[in-house]
């Protein structure tokens, strides 16, 4: 059974950083296209950084690029989702995912984890 589970959501000021880990079970992990995607209150998801993890480079959406960087662990089954420059912009619950074809697109994804809360605020 695939299993996909957030860790690492919590509060932070502004300017601050937060690394976020989604562990995946239930998938053949190097063969796969995980991502995260987030939910701001108010606003529509929104996708942010897929990897593929048999190779080749991270994608980044322009709401992540040059702050965050997602990475993944094969022997631990984690991929991580390192955010720095927090911004109150920011505050959303937090998704882990898995796509197919290996795209940021929302039709993409077809697995979600049940995400983590992830606040902005001074």
């Known amino acids: 059974q695939v299993q996909l589970v957030e860790s690492g959501g919590g509060s932070v000021q502004p300017g601050g950083s937060l690394r976020l880990s989604c562990l995946v079970s239930?998938?053949?992990?190097?063969?796969?296209?995980l991502g995260w995607y987030r939910k701001p209150p108010g606003k529509d998801r929104e996708g942010l950084a897929r990897i593929s993890l048999g190779g080749g480079r991270p994608y980044y959406a322009n709401a992540a690029k040059d702050r965050f960087t997602i990475s993944q662990d094969n022997a631990k089954h984690t991929l991580d989702l390192q955010m720095s420059s927090l911004t109150p912009e920011d505050t959303a619950v937090y998704y882990c995912v898995v796509l197919n074809p290996c795209s940021l697109s929302l039709a993409s994804v077809t697995q979600w984890g049940q995400g983590t809360q992830v606040t902005v605020s001074s």
């Open positions: 239930g998938y053949t992990f190097s063969s796969t296209c």
